[in-house]
């Protein structure tokens, strides 16, 4: 199945796109064979509802997850509905984020969006003080979204603390090597 990385350039050795919804392209990878399709977001330069739209855009590509920096409270929505995985806080070459992705190294889901609406709009924020020529003022915000099931939540507990405890498992080794080239 494929998963949808938000870049900054249209191959694995580009650098990720902290945005989701006006991200500069879309690369839908196989995580196994690393096949990839580059499509540049045809929603860049949309006045207003870059996040919904890239949000359905991707939905339709048919992917099980979403790997970016930060999604934003409609595309969230859009993307929650959909069932989709959404991962949050990926950064440095989309090359490097496939393979921590691969490893289960990617636990950071959003419970919720993790920017605020109109991000990615530049100074002006959408709201007119930029160079927009003033388009009016924001949408409300969306209604709160119910929380995932709890067995889900549970299972996505149980896997970050299973990665902590290697982690931490990897540095007191560490540690321990240390100490004793003292």
């Known amino acids: 199945m494929r998963v949808c990385i938000t870049s900054s350039g249209p191959s694995l050795d580009s650098e990720m796109d902290p945005r989701f919804g006006r991200c500069q392209y879309f690369l839908f990878v196989d995580p196994q064979s690393?096949?990839?399709?580059?499509?540049?977001?045809?929603n860049?330069?949309?006045?207003?509802?870059?996040?919904?739209?890239?949000?359905?855009?991707?939905?339709?590509?048919?992917?099980?997850?979403?790997?970016?920096?930060?999604?934003g409270p409609n595309a969230f929505t859009t993307l929650q509905a959909a069932g989709m995985k959404i991962l949050v806080g990926a950064s440095g070459k989309v090359r490097e984020v496939l393979e921590k992705y691969k490893?289960?190294?990617?636990?950071?889901?959003?419970?919720?969006?993790?920017?605020?609406a109109h991000a990615g709009m530049g100074m002006?924020?959408?709201?007119?003080?930029?160079?927009?020529?003033?388009?009016?003022?924001?949408?409300?915000?969306?209604?709160?979204?119910?929380?995932?099931?709890?067995?889900?939540?549970?299972?996505?507990?149980?896997?970050q603390s299973r990665q902590l405890k290697e982690q931490l498992g990897k540095i007191t080794e560490r540690i321990e090597r240390l100490e004793t080239k003292k």
Do not use: C, W
């Not at 690393?34 to 045809?42: K, Q, T």
């Not at 330069?45 to 992917?63: D, E, P």
């Not at 490893?103 to 605020?116: F, H, I, M």
């Open 124 to 159: 002006g924020g959408g709201m007119g003080m930029g160079k927009g020529s003033g388009r009016g003022a924001a949408p409300p915000p969306p209604p709160p979204t119910p929380s995932a099931p709890h067995r889900e939540d549970l299972q996505m507990l149980k896997e």
């Open 34 to 42: 690393l096949e990839m399709e580059a499509v540049e977001n045809p």
């Open 44 to 71: 860049i330069g949309a006045s207003g509802g870059a996040g919904i739209q890239s949000a359905q855009f991707v939905t339709n590509k048919g992917v099980e997850a979403i790997i970016t920096g930060q999604v």
């Open 103 to 116: 490893k289960g190294q990617l636990t950071s889901y959003a419970q919720g969006p993790t920017a605020r």
